[in-house]
């Protein structure tokens, strides 16, 4: 009896030993690596980039031709908050092709020094564009129809990022919705 029992000790004891390793091999690795968290260009996801909504005239064509809204992501350069909703939310649905045909994506920048085309096709400061929507913070995620026209109370901020995403979604699944119902009168 002793003698089994100090095989499956045995046993047990390799096992755990072979995970730790792993565990110890991983972490490792990992503190090693050049690659960086920021960035989330870790190992074999795709690198995407959320496009500038520097011509809205023409996401609003696009967005018109799918019947999809446009998100538009008012962000600055140096917001850490910007930056999790980018890298965390954002970028994860540009990797998954089921919101190719769900949303489009753009970024704000409202302190970029360019110009963006609005829905009416006049040239605006970004700063400005942002006052439309009345954005007094960072980060806040508009949905508009093709028009420009705000579909659902903005995202502002991120509240609960246990539900972030949920919101996200129920968000772009409502404004879709309510797009197409104006479009089958």
Sequence with gaps: ???LASKKLKSVLLVAIAGLSLLWIVDGSAES???SVANQSIGSLPHVVIKEGLDLTADATESNKKQIPILMFFSMEHCPFCMEVQEDYLKPMLRNSEYDGKVIIRKMRIDSTDTLRD???NERDPGEFS???NVSMVPTLVLVDAQGNKIVPAIIGIVNSHYYSAE???AIEASTQRIRAIARR
Excluded: A, E, K, Q
Aim: net charge negative.
């Design 1 to 3: 009896m002793f003698s």
């Design 33 to 35: 690596s050049p690659v």
């Design 119 to 121: 829905f009416n096709g």
């Design 131 to 133: 006052d439309d929507y």
């Design 168 to 170: 996200l979604d129920d």
